[in-house]
């Protein structure tokens, strides 16, 4: 590992841990926190498709990125609402 990687590791975990300090987080964060808070709470509950967020990981199919994929009761309720609508007249 060069010294340059090393570097940047520990910028990383500053940064992650300056994150938590301003938003009063407890718990460690990692990289597979920070991909996965992306990947529901950003994107996907942001209409980002996931097809899209896959390939913004840099997964190669969809099938990684489902691990990430909740179903979020906000998208529940707007689907759901959208179906609603389409048979008011």
């Known amino acids: 590992m060069t010294k340059d990687v090393e570097i940047h590791r520990e910028e990383m975990q500053d940064g992650k841990k300056e994150i938590a300090d301003l938003c009063g987080i407890k718990k460690n964060l990692t990289t597979h926190t920070g991909r996965h808070t992306f990947s529901t709470v950003v994107a996907l509950a942001n209409n980002v498709s996931l097809e899209n967020v896959a390939k913004m990981l840099g997964h190669t199919n969809t ?3 489902q691990r990430y994929a909740k179903v979020l009761d906000q998208t529940i309720l707007r689907d759901m609402q959208a179906v609603e609508q ?3 007249l």
Request: net charge positive.
């Open 63 to 65: 099938k990684m990125t």
């Open 86 to 88: 389409s048979f008011n």
